[in-house]
């Protein structure tokens, strides 16, 4: 099992930016691909943005392309989002996951971290 921590959360306004970080520990492997999920109050769990264990291959969501970045440090075993032009509809609650098969369904969980964007 691979335990993940997030942290980065908070309110921020509308336009500003936010790091999130994920960091990994465990049973980790180099196969193992990262993502980004989040859930609104309200609403199904959503996915965000994946990442290869590499770093070489990224996916997004269309809400957030363009806006948001992930990225890994593999010395760390960490994992990052970087928010950029917040918007209100990007408040909620966001989760780090590890798929064991490369993009399939994650297989952990973090405990998940709040982002509140106000207007």
């Known amino acids: 099992q691979v335990q993940l921590v997030e942290s980065g959360g908070g309110l921020v306004q509308a336009g500003g930016s936010l790091r999130l970080s994920c960091a990994a520990s465990?049973?980790?492997?180099?196969?193992?691909?990262m993502d980004w999920f989040r859930q609104a109050p309200g609403k199904g769990r959503e996915f965000v943005a994946a990442?290869?264990?590499?770093?070489?291959?990224?996916y997004y969501a269309d809400s957030v392309k363009g806006r948001f970045t992930i990225s890994r440090d593999k010395a760390k075993n960490t994992v990052y989002l970087q928010m950029n032009s917040l918007k209100p509809e990007d408040t909620a609650v966001y989760y780090c996951?590890?798929?064991?098969?490369?993009?399939?369904?994650?297989?952990?969980w973090g405990q998940g971290t709040q982002v509140t964007v106000s207007s």
């Open positions: 990442i290869s264990w590499s770093g070489s291959s990224t």
């Open positions: 996951a590890v798929d064991k098969v490369p993009y399939g369904t994650p297989d952990d």
């Open positions: 465990g049973r980790t492997s180099s196969t193992y691909t």
